[in-house]
């Protein structure tokens, strides 16, 4: 079983990854992907949408939305979030190496790094050509992750977070094959004891890099941001977030 496959990891590690305050940012960070994108409505795919928190929100602003994942554990999450506030959402349990639906979308969203996770980096491509199959042209991919060059500024081996009621996650890390990957474990503590312990890799890709990899897979009108409030990807930046549209 792949380590993503573990519904155990989303369990535990959902306090950590998906706060309330973090949920509740999606609001005013959904206002700007709509301004970075101009795109004001359509069909909207949120590709590797956990609990949803983009896709309630576009939900909320009349976007016709389909929120992909693979881990039934977190659409379950979102299905409950969208059936609370009686919105209308498609949830597909389905790979994001697999999902494709030609013709079909206006944007699509990959946020919080969900992007770079496949042993090889021509799986990672498929994910790309899928997506640009799956928008109509002039679609615009919006893809939020962590660039190789903001890394390079905060590096560090080990960091910590705690919950209130006292549980840790440690997490380690080591960059490997010359800054194309960086290898994680995580550990969740409890009581002064580990209770669980995962290990996993993905791939570092610069601007540079990402932006060859969206002109092969047939994206144009390239643009790079720091952040997603359209921020300049420079010193200061915080993300690598890319706007493209499909050819």
């Known amino acids: 079983m792949e ?8 369990r535990d590690l959902y306090p950590f990854m998906f706060p309330d305050s973090r949920m ?19 069909d909207v795919l949120d590709l590797c949408c956990g609990p949803g928190r983009f896709s309630i929100a ?7 939305v389909t929120g992909v994942d693979r881990t039934e554990y977190l659409l379950e999450m979102a299905r409950r979030k969208a059936f609370l506030e ?22 699509t969203l990959c946020m919080f790094t969900s992007f770079g996770y496949f042993e090889k980096h021509e799986d990672n491509m498929r994910v790309l050509h899928n997506i640009r199959d799956s928008l109509r042209q002039g679609g615009k991919l919006v893809l939020e992750l962590m660039g190789k060059e903001v890394l390079a500024s905060i590096f560090s081996p080990i ?71 359209g921020m300049p990807y420079d010193s200061d930046a915080t993300r690598l977030v890319a706007v493209a549209a499909a050819e």
């Open 3 to 10: 380590w993503f496959e573990d519904e155990n990891f989303w």
């Open 86 to 107: 009686d919105l209308s959402v498609e949830w597909v349990l389905e790979d994001m190496h697999s999902f494709i639906r030609p013709d079909s979308f206006d944007l």
């Open 58 to 64: 576009m939900a909320r602003r009349n976007f016709t």
């Open 159 to 229: 960091s910590t977070d705690e919950l209130e009621n006292g549980t840790l996650l440690v997490q380690k890390h080591r960059i490997e094959d010359g800054w194309r990957k960086i290898h994680n474990e995580w550990l969740i503590i409890e009581d002064d004891r580990v209770k669980n312990r995962w290990k996993f890799s993905h791939w570092l890709y610069s601007a540079a890099e990402l932006e060859d990899m969206l002109q092969v897979a047939g994206f144009s009108e390239l643009q790079i941001y720091g952040n997603i409030h």
């Open 24 to 42: 509740e940012k999606a609001e005013e960070d959904s206002d700007s992907l709509i301004e970075l994108t101009g795109i004001t409505d359509g």
